[in-house]
């Protein structure tokens, strides 16, 4: 898939979100690379035989203080190839896509994987 393609349906799947959670994203920049870093593997606690579709680098919101201010945003990354790795279809893309956004949304919310596990949404 084309990255500009690839963009947009990230970019859909933030518009897609529910109005409550989309007037609460706070400083935070959205980003599509192919791959992750080795250095988002190790901040993604990634090992050996697995990958990282999505990762979420900041402060999640229920951690900031009053002392959070002039703060770089918070970075989300979703990872284009990875995703289309593990997809055989464009619908199954649409589909990763959207899911992924969510988890790493979920994360900047201060939502933990466990809880996503215990949510369903993981």
Do not use: W
């Amino acid at each position: 898939m084309e990255t500009e393609q690839f963009n947009q349906l990230v970019a859909r799947a933030v518009q897609a979100l529910p109005a409550e959670f989309l007037e609460r994203l706070e400083n935070i920049d959205i980003l599509v690379a192919d791959y992750p870093s080795p250095s988002q593997l190790r901040k993604g606690h990634v090992g050996a035989g697995s990958t990282l579709l999505g990762l979420y680098e900041g402060i999640p919101q229920t951690n900031r203080t009053s002392g959070y201010t002039m703060a770089l945003p918070d970075k989300i990354t979703i990872f284009q190839r990875t995703i289309e790795a593990q997809c055989r279809t464009e619908n199954e893309i649409v589909a990763a896509v959207e899911r992924v956004v969510r988890h790493e949304i979920a994360h900047h919310f201060g939502i933990s994987d466990d809880r996503l596990r215990e949510l369903g949404k993981y």
